[in-house]
C-alpha cells in the first residue's frame, strides 16, 4: 500500500529561523512527488513537483529537494507570511496521489 | 481564485440526511478528483471522472456517489449521513504536466452533520 509519512506535525519558528520538512514515501510507480500549501479552510495550492531523485526546485523562500526514499521542503529565513500546512503527496499510474499528513508551520514575527 | 468552484461553501445536516456537493473544474480540465479531508485522517483521495467516465476509485464508501456531467461539472452525492462524515471535500481539476498530474484544489465544502 502506498503510504507517506511527513514530519514533523508541527513546526513554531521565528522570523528568519530556516529549517526542514520531511516527507518519506514508499509510492509504487511514483510519478512525481508534489507539494502543496494550504492556509486554513482553504483548497491546497500547487508548489512543486519533483520527478526524479537529485531534483531541486526553488520558489522564493522554499527549496524542495528529492531522494529515493525523501523529499525536503527548506524553508529559508521564513516570514509570517509562510505559516501554513505544507503537504507532500506522491503521485503514482492513474494520477492518484497519496497524501502525507502534513506539517504545520507557524512563523512568528 | 484557483479557477475550480465548489458550491456549497458551507453546509450544516442532520444524521440519516443526504446532501450534494457541486463542483466546476478549471476551463479546459477534462479531469475531476475528490478529496475529503478530515482531522484525523488527512486528505483521502475518493473518486476520479475523466471526461465524463469513471477513472479511478479510492477510499469512498457505498453511501457516497458522484458522477460527472457532459458539462464536466460533478456532483458528490452523500446519503444517510453520519457523524463521521463531518469532513472538508475537496474537488480538484488537472491539466497533464510531464507525465504527472498537477492537480487544482477549489476551496472546498464544509460539511457537518449533527
Known amino acids: 500500500e502506498d503510504q507517506v509519512t511527513q514530519s514533523p506535525e508541527a513546526l513554531r519558528l521565528q522570523e528568519g529561523e530556516s529549517s526542514s520538512l520531511n516527507c518519506s514515501y514508499t509510492v509504487s510507480g511514483l510519478r512525481g512527488l508534489f507539494w502543496y500549501r494550504q492556509d486554513p479552510g482553504k483548497g491546497p495550492e500547487f508548489l512543486f513537483t519533483?520527478?526524479?531523485a537529485g531534483e531541486e526546485k526553488e520558489k522564493e523562500r522554499l527549496k524542495a529537494t528529492l531522494t529515493k526514499k525523501e523529499s525536503f521542503l527548506h524553508i529559508t529565513a521564513p516570514k509570517p507570511e509562510d505559516s501554513a500546512t505544507y503537504l507532500c503527496?506522491?503521485?503514482?499510474?492513474?494520477?492518484?496521489?497519496?497524501f502525507g499528513g502534513g506539517t504545520r508551520v507557524l512563523v512568528k514575527p | 481564485d484557483s479557477g475550480v468552484t465548489q458550491t456549497p461553501k458551507h453546509l450544516i445536516t442532520a444524521t440519516g440526511q443526504r446532501v450534494t456537493l457541486r463542483c466546476s473544474p478549471r476551463s479546459g480540465d477534462l479531469s475531476v478528483y475528490w478529496y475529503q479531508q478530515s482531522l484525523d485522517q488527512g486528505l483521502q483521495f475518493l473518486i476520479q471522472?475523466?471526461?465524463?467516465?469513471?477513472?479511478a476509485k479510492g477510499n469512498i464508501l457505498e453511501r457516497f456517489s458522484a458522477q460527472q456531467f457532459p458539462d464536466l461539472h460533478s456532483e458528490l452525492n452523500l446519503s444517510s449521513l453520519e457523524l463521521g462524515d463531518s469532513a472538508l471535500y475537496f474537488c480538484?481539476?488537472?491539466?497533464?504536466?510531464?507525465?504527472?498530474?498537477?492537480?487544482?484544489f477549489g476551496a472546498g465544502s464544509r460539511l457537518t452533520v449533527l
Open positions: 503527496a506522491g503521485g503514482a499510474a492513474g494520477n492518484k496521489l497519496t
Open positions: 480538484a481539476s488537472s491539466v497533464q504536466v510531464s507525465g504527472a498530474n498537477v492537480l487544482t
Open positions: 519533483l520527478y526524479s
Open positions: 471522472y475523466y471526461n465524463g467516465e469513471e477513472r
